[in-house]
């Protein structure tokens, strides 16, 4: 319920059941990840759990699905065609499974998020390029795909950790948590100081709240440098630019 009360378990598949989200439509279907036939594929069931059916062909590994603002439609990451670990961004619609491959690349292509008005389509991938082409790196950047024109745009160029995209309710910028020249992944416990004898690591490495400007590529920190933040949601309602986010002060330790 919305007040935190009636706990309930809807999926009794005995597997792992990751990633479930509402269609924040209808509020009343679910897709989620699941490994009750294998390997991760993307499922949909209604809000108590029945009427469960399997969306992604059950073909190599289907990760984070992502309704479109209208429910009609979700975004997903998959490895259709490419080694375990290499994804790709598909769109498909929820009713007739008609399916859109967004990119085509032996990199990983993750985490895909809509903008408020469903006309684009932000991602992370660790790929550089453009139309003529697209280099692999070990970099994960923003891309943003928009419908009208069927293109992708890198709108990110760091160097770091890069994960947790979000839009403004605006639809013009993209917010996300950044550790700049980070040297591994960030999280609850890795924001203290490097291990005793590595080489080359000095200092604490600061996760924050950073956002790009899809249209300008204009970018920045939003939170301060003596912050670790761990978790951020920016306001969902058009014309606020409010942000809740737990953070302390760094090495970052819980």
């Not at 706990?7 to 924040?24: C, D, H, Q």
């Not at 709108?155 to 700049?180: A, R």
Request: proline residues 6%; charged residues 20%; contains cysteine.
């Amino acid at each position: 319920n919305a007040d935190g009360s009636g706990f309930r378990k809807i999926t009794n598949s005995n597997v792992i059941e990751v990633e479930a989200k509402i269609n924040p439509k209808t509020g009343t279907e679910i897709v989620d990840v699941s490994g009750r036939s294998g390997l991760p594929q993307v499922y949909r069931m209604n809000i108590e759990g029945a009427d469960v059916q399997r969306l992604s062909a059950g073909t190599g590994e289907a990760t984070n699905p992502a309704w479109s603002p209208d429910g009609s439609h979700i975004a997903f990451a998959w490895t259709k065609g490419f080694e375990p670990g290499n994804y790709n961004i598909f769109v498909m619609d929820v009713i007739n499974k008609d399916t859109t491959q967004l990119t085509a690349n032996e990199g990983r292509n993750e985490n895909p998020g809509w903008s408020p008005d469903g006309a684009q389509l932000a991602f992370l991938s660790n790929c550089a390029g453009d139309d003529k082409g697209w280099e692999v790196t070990t970099q994960n950047n923003v891309f943003v795909w928009t419908l009208a024109s069927n293109a992708v745009k890198q709108v990110s160029k760091l160097t770091g950790e890069v994960s947790s995209l979000e839009w403004s309710p605006d639809g013009k910028s993209i917010g996300f948590l950044y550790v700049e020249n980070a040297t591994r992944r960030a999280g609850a416990l890795d924001a203290m100081k490097p291990w005793s004898g590595v080489i080359g690591e000095d200092g604490v490495e600061v996760q924050r709240v950073y956002s790009v400007e899809t249209d300008t590529g204009i970018a920045g920190f939003i939170t301060p440098a003596n912050l670790h933040v761990y978790e951020f949601a920016l306001a969902t309602k058009p014309g606020t630019y409010d942000m809740a986010f737990i953070a302390g002060p760094p090495p970052g330790e819980n």
